[in-house]
């Protein structure tokens, strides 16, 4: 079966750094879109990034300049370094895989960020 393995999530002073990677396995990944969103308190999940197989990349307005997306097409793997957080990034991350080709989206467990002010 296909799963989505989130990790690197935790707790950060405002102005620190976490990085979020994720492990994808179970079909074949390569030509796919591979990104992050969250869910705040109280909120509606929301897109933060994304990545192509090619190496195009997407950011919400709230992360770009301070979150990178990154993504190793041989290991199956995303990664979102998170820079310049603050306590508006509290939410809980997860990991979205996008196939074109069957049209299927994966999702990953989530994993909580949370930012102390």
């Known amino acids: 079966q296909v799963q989505l393995v989130e990790s690197g999530g935790g707790l950060v002073q405002a102005g620190g750094s976490l990085r979020l990677s994720c492990a994808a396995s179970?079909?074949?990944?390569?030509?796919?879109?591979m990104g992050w969103f969250r869910r705040a308190p109280g909120k509606q999940r929301e897109f933060v990034a994304r990545?192509?197989?090619?190496?195009?990349?997407s950011y919400a307005d709230s992360a770009r300049g301070r979150f990178t997306i990154s993504r190793d097409i041989a290991k199956n793997t995303v990664s979102l370094q998170m820079d310049s957080l603050k306590p508006e990034d509290i939410a809980v991350y997860y990991c979205?895989?996008?196939?074109?080709?069957?049209?299927?989206?994966?999702w990953g467990q989530g994993v909580q960020v949370t930012v102390s002010s």
């Open positions: 179970g079909r074949d990944f390569g030509n796919s879109v």
């Open positions: 979205n895989v996008y196939v074109p080709s069957s049209d299927d989206n994966y």
């Open positions: 990545i192509t197989s090619g190496g195009s990349t």
